[in-house]
């Protein structure tokens, strides 16, 4: 069973940033962000494959966003121009492998971090 660990979640002003991580214990090919803000679905956020060649964003987060990879076992996220909306429960997600149409569902990840919180003060 392949454990995810994520990290860098807090408070942090409108306008504000913070960096998410997010360790698993085995490689893995694909790894992504989703995020639930209370009273909503858990939604995409993006996603990236092991080499990094290949990455994902959800619209609202374009521009702002950024997901990297450390090695097969570690990746980052990047969130800069914080704003109300991106209040949420971030989670971390992977996959041995997933097709690059199919990264932004929820459906294709078997493995999932128990989350971390990020409350963006307006």
């Known amino acids: 069973q392949v454990q995810l660990v994520e990290s860098g979640g807090g408070l942090v002003q409108a306008g504000g940033s913070l960096r998410l991580s997010c360790v698993a214990s085995?490689?893995?090919?694909?790894m992504a962000w989703f995020r639930q803000a209370p009273g909503k679905e858990r939604e995409f956020v993006a996603a990236?494959?092991?080499?990094?060649?290949?990455s994902y964003y959800a619209d609202a987060v374009k521009g702002r966003f950024t997901i990297s990879r450390d090695n097969a076992k570690e990746t980052r996220l990047e969130m800069n121009s914080l704003n109300a909306a991106d209040t949420a429960v971030y989670y971390c997600a992977s996959q041995y492998g997933i097709a690059v149409g199919f990264m932004p569902q929820r459906g294709p990840y078997d493995f999932w971090g128990l989350g971390t919180q990020v409350t963006v003060s307006s």
């Open positions: 990236i494959t092991w080499s990094g060649g290949t």
């Open positions: 085995l490689n893995m090919h694909t």
